[in-house]
């Protein structure tokens, strides 16, 4: 044990392994999109998507019973909440309709959707996720349908709900999707119904709570309110969300005399830490062919 | 442990199946709002069996498994990880620990080492957004959940490993036993 050779070696064995792991860390952010390593783990994730399929549909059962057990605990209190809210939405959904019809037919009169950017056509794509991200640093999932489905990088992600987050990595078979809850996220968004803008950024280690920033202190944001996809760019990130996305409700509101900015808590309408099939909103033909769609209703 | 084929075969089955079950089977659970993670406990497991070298060898390749199965920043998890497999290894060839629920300290431990270095890396080098309260939470409830399962998670890898084992710290016949013709203290030529 106490052999000098022996412990030159020890150490030399440590050095090598945290000195290569320095060197791909340093290549790692060198490197372009197209470099070794990303390409090595686009390979890496594709020769593993079988085996994750089939583990995570093995250990499904297990999940779903651990699952129900928080989920009995939950529903109770939840059920006296959503039979209000189920309430509410009847009331909004004859609304909705209601205007629906009064904006289809002006839409066909004046030929607003053009000047308006309305939602473009898009066909969404099922997938099931096979993989989750195992740390809260990292929020991304894997899907099992990839370039062969037609999905493409950048393409907005839905869950049952509202947003979910897009996609950043495609291979002939899956996709990997950042969620709205990673780091790097930042979704321009917009208040309804009163317009506020913003972009909704995470809080790690708060999948269920999201914040809201940059919204003018003169633009009142109250709880309950819905806040939905703007399709606009932000500063950071370009946003290739179309309008008009759900992606939660406001469950807070910061107002701090001090900042510029309110800071709006904002709860996701997806389940973020528990999906299991999501849509990607894949493109739906030329955008020519779009552009007609929109303009015959 | 020797440096066989066979031995490097098992090693590579038991980073490869913790990865998968990882990312796909236990990546969803939240217990309590937590959820465990098999990866620091596998290299902690095969680092306390097989000594220094190998869990950092472990460590390593593990960690470059995972960072290319998940798509983050390649060398984060393998530094981190390689310096958990090497401080447990340590620890096993200085201690030489022999009790029944050491796996559950041991796992701990790691699995604090593990989420701690690994969240110090990811904030140090690309994390922009800001940072919860409950990160901690969440970092306590992987540590709770792994010693939980850390007792059958070491009795697997044990299982796997031990035909490539020179010495079973866990042995405790090893130990039970002096050599013969050892003098009361076990060593040899010291009968006193």
């Known amino acids: 044990m106490f052999d000098s050779k022996v412990v030159r070696r020890r150490r030399a064995a440590l050095a090598v392994f945290v000195g290569l792991s320095l060197v791909m860390l340093t290549a790692y952010f060198g490197e372009s999109a197209g470099g070794v390593f990303h390409t090595l783990q686009r390979g890496t994730q594709e020769a593993l998507a079988p085996f994750e399929t089939g583990a995570g549909r093995a250990l499904k059962p297990f999940r779903d019973l651990f699952g129900w057990f928080g989920d009995t605990v939950d529903a109770k209190g939840e059920n006296d909440r959503l039979e209000g809210e189920v309430e509410a939405l009847r009331k909004r959904v004859a609304e909705a309709d209601t205007a629906t019809r009064d904006v289809r037919q002006l839409r066909g009169l004046v030929k607003l959707s053009r000047q308006e950017g309305f939602p473009q056509g898009t066909e969404p794509v099922a997938a099931r996720v096979i993989a989750h991200s195992p740390t809260v640093w990292y929020s991304t999932v894997k899907i099992d349908k990839g370039s062969g489905d037609g999905v493409k990088e950048d393409q907005p992600v839905i869950a049952a709900g509202g947003l979910a987050g897009k996609v950043t990595r495609v291979t002939g078979g899956t996709s990997e999707v950042t969620l709205i809850t990673d780091a790097s996220s930042a979704v321009s968004a917009q208040v309804m119904p009163n317009g506020a803008n913003g972009v909704v950024k995470p809080e790690l280690g708060k999948p269920e709570d999201l914040l809201l920033d940059f919204i003018e202190k003169g633009r009142r944001v109250t709880k309950g309110t819905t806040v939905v996809t703007s399709g606009f760019t932000s500063s950071k990130v370009e946003s290739r969300f179309p309008r008009g996305v759900p992606i939660g409700r406001v469950s807070r509101v910061d107002l701090d005399e001090v900042e510029l900015y309110q800071r709006v808590h904002v709860e996701p309408f997806a389940d973020l830490r528990r999906i299991d099939v999501v849509q990607v909103l894949t493109s739906k033909g030329s955008p020519d062919e779009q552009q007609a769609e929109v303009l015959v209703p | 442990m020797s440096a066989t084929p066979g031995a490097f075969a098992r ?6 199946v913790a990865v998968i079950l990882q990312l796909s089977g236990f990546g969803p659970d939240r217990l309590f709002g937590g959820r465990p993670d098999l990866v620091p406990l596998v290299v902690a497991a095969v680092a306390i069996y097989a000594g220094s070298v190998a869990g950092a060898a472990t460590g390593f390749g593990t960690g470059m498994l995972l960072d290319l199965a998940v798509g983050g920043t390649m060398g984060a998890s393998s530094l ?35 989420v701690t270095a690994f969240a110090a890396v990811s904030f140090m080098l690309d994390v922009g957004a800001s940072v919860s309260p409950l990160v901690f939470r969440d970092m306590l409830l992987t540590i709770a959940l792994n010693a939980v399962i850390a007792l059958p998670v070491f009795a697997l890898c044990r299982r796997v490993l031990r035909p490539a084992l020179l010495v079973d710290p866990l042995d405790l016949r090893r130990r039970r036993q002096p050599p013969r013709e050892a003098g009361p203290l076990g060593l040899r030529g010291l009968e006193i």
Request: charge should be positive; proline fraction near 7%; aromatic fraction near 8%.
């Open chain 2, 80 to 114: 981190v990880l390689s310096a958990v497999g090497y401080g447990v290894g340590r620890y096993r060839e200085v201690r030489d620990p022999a009790h029944g629920l050491m796996p559950i300290p041991v796992g701990a431990l790691a699995t604090l080492a593990w």
């Open chain 2, 11 to 16: 090693v590579a089955l038991i980073a490869l």
